[in-house]
């Protein structure tokens, strides 16, 4: 199950900053209210929420640099390769 870790507003648009397990591991997305959500961090196994949190706040600054817009921050999740499962979906 995901947990809500962030949430900021963009363009009138509310995000939500979610930490997902996946495998081992977890992922750091970024899902606005419609259209694809994006990657920001794949964890490692025995990584999770302080590394997280490091990614939203720390020298990458994610949050803060999502909040003023900057493109191009994350992997849309639409974009897998063809016959490849991609990692999430927005739910």
Do not use: F, K, S
């Amino acid at each position: 199950m995901a947990r809500l870790l962030a949430t900021y507003t963009l363009a009138g648009r509310r995000h939500r900053i979610e930490l997902v397990p996946r495998g081992a591991g977890q992922l750091l997305i970024d899902r606005p209210p419609d259209g694809p959500a994006r990657l920001v961090a794949e964890l490692d196994p025995g990584e999770g929420e302080a590394q997280a949190r490091a990614v939203l706040h720390g020298d990458g600054a994610y949050l803060e640099r999502a909040r003023a817009g900057e493109p191009g921050l994350g992997r849309r999740l639409d974009d897998d390769p063809p016959g490849r499962r991609p990692l999430a979906r927005a739910a």
